[in-house]
């Protein structure tokens, strides 16, 4: 990495001058991408300069049309790194005239902090603060989440440095960021020193390091990446990595290093009943939930001592709470009892129905029997054949696909991911209503005599099909 000098400032001014006015030529392209692919420092030098021209030329009455204009063209590859490097410009020119302006409107908000400790030369900010242009986010560990107007969500893990530089862009300077972009928000774009990507519909996440390198991963959908070597749409399930002069080479899929990121970003993005102490059951209404939870018993009667919020975390580790439910039997009427909890949902600002999505939930029996899970539109899993063990947590793990009008699952021991793991599959039943939908978990005594039991905890839906498949 060589040293950027004064002269290299001069040189930069002096072509950013011949950018402006249209009068660069080929061979000073050249030397403006050699002084910028070699230096960070060059690369703001850079940014500031174009910042500047554009603050002056808003400063003018618009001139009046030229009849004639000289066309200049560059190489595909340099074309690429300048692209690049002027979206990155746009937050500074936003930021530029309004530096001094407290009435700014501010481009996003810091929706979650967790064990974040902050860089000495960072402000320290709460959650709900507002960020502005120009704004630094630099932590030396943890995760800031950040929340954009358009339903962007980016989870930053130190040691990091990113930079607000518009409601549509950020520059990670260095550190792990997993992106979330909703519908309607695609074309967020995310740069780093030496490269550019722009999503289009997706989940990805981003390492810029120290030595100026970028690690770039697609979990979900596509991006487009930008960089020296020009424009390539990367999609699900690959990964890239940039170099300190912006040459890309795909590498194998790397996803582990940014498991504390998509972890932060999966929580905000969930529709979920975690049944704290101290609510009542069934439960109050809350975000998604389109009703509270209906139970219903079938040959047995509810028994209300055992049947509440209990604490422990026996079936999710972290957990504080779950929901036991317990019917004693009806002897008269020979038929085994059953339990049914029943609740429906809705889509929300992050968590869209009409799109794949998955419901997770976690079950354990308490005496002998079995689970129906389902839930519309029209999927089902009948464990009778399997064998579940009394006093065993199981995760239920549901992908549904809408567009395919396909579901699959598995169920799993908790404690062991390949261990009794089983498959269902199947299709759905026509949607009639593609923004609503539910959920029912139904334990069944293995004997007419039998009383039962069972519990439930961190029932969740989101938009992580892929999820099932890991």
């Known amino acids: 990495m060589s040293q950027f000098t004064d002269k290299d400032r ?11 006015d249209e009068s660069i030529a080929e061979k000073q392209m050249t030397e403006l991408e050699g002084l910028l692919s070699e230096s960070r420092e060059a690369r703001k030098f850079y940014h500031l300069q174009m910042a ?68 000495h030369t960072s402000s320290t900010l709460e959650k709900g603060a507002s960020l502005q242009v120009g ?9 800031v989440q950040i929340t954009f107007p358009s339903g962007v969500v980016l989870s930053l893990e130190g040691p990091a440095d990113l930079e607000c530089t518009g409601i549509e862009t950020t520059f990670l300077h260095l ?37 100026e390198k970028t690690q770039v991963v697609v979990f979900d959908g596509k991006v487009d990446l930008v960089t020296n070597d020009g424009e390539q749409r990367i999609e699900a399930g690959n990964a890239f990595l940039i170099d ?25 993005r969930v529709i979920w009943d975690a049944f704290r102490t101290g609510e009542p059951f069934p439960g109050n209404k809350s975000g998604g939930w389109d009703s509270e939870w209906q139970i219903a018993t079938r ?21 504080e709470s779950f929901l036991q439910v317990a019917a004693t039997a009806k002897e008269s009427l020979g038929n085994p009892t059953s339990i ?28 002998p029997g079995h689970i129906i899970a389902s839930g519309s539109p029209g999927w089902s899993i009948d464990t009778s054949s399997l064998s579940l063990v009394p006093g065993t947590t199981y995760r239920f793990a549901v992908a549904i696909d809408p567009e395919s009008k396909t579901w699959r699952a598995i169920v799993n021991e908790r404690r062991s991911a390949t261990r009794s793991r089983h498959r269902f599959e199947g299709g759905l039943n026509s949607i009639s209503d593609p923004h609503r939908a539910s959920i029912q978990i139904e334990g069944i005594a293995s ?23 890991q």
């Not at 704004?135 to 995760?143: K, N, Q, R, V």
Request: hydrophobic content about 40%; charged content about 20%; aromatic content about 10%.
């Open 10 to 20: 001069e040189s930069i001014i002096i072509l950013v001058d011949a950018i402006c």
């Open 52 to 119: 500047i021209h554009r603050d002056l030329e808003n400063s003018f009455p618009e001139a009046a049309p030229v009849s004639e204009k000289k066309i200049i063209r560059f190489p595909t590859s340099l074309l690429a790194l300048v692209s690049a490097l002027v979206v990155s410009v746009i937050g500074i020119l936003v930021w530029w005239p309004n530096k001094n302006n407290p009435t700014q409107t501010p481009v996003a908000s810091i929706s979650s902090l967790t064990e974040t400790i902050w860089n």
């Open 135 to 143: 704004d630094h986010l630099a932590i030396e560990s943890g995760i």
């Open 175 to 211: 550190g792990k960021l997993a992106a979330y972009v909703p519908p309607g928000a695609e074309g967020f774009r995310v740069l780093t020193g030496n490269a550019e990507v722009i999503d289009q519909g997706t989940e990805f996440a981003i390492n810029a390091t120290a030595d």
């Open 244 to 268: 300190h002069k912006g040459n890309a080479r795909q590498t194998g899929f790397f996803s582990n290093a940014f498991k504390r990121t998509r972890a932060d970003l999966r929580n905000n």
């Open 299 to 319: 040959h047995g009667s509810i028994n209300e001592k055992l049947t509440g919020i209990t604490e422990g975390n026996e079936l999710v580790m972290g957990s």
């Open 340 to 367: 049914s909890l029943t609740r429906f949902f809705r889509s929300t600002k992050k968590v869209f129905l009409d799109q794949p999505y998955s419901t997770e939930f976690f079950v354990r029996l308490d005496t």
């Open 447 to 469: 004997e007419p005599t039998q009383n039962l039991k069972f519990s439930i905890d961190a029932v969740r839906v989101w938009n992580f099909p892929f999820y099932i498949s």
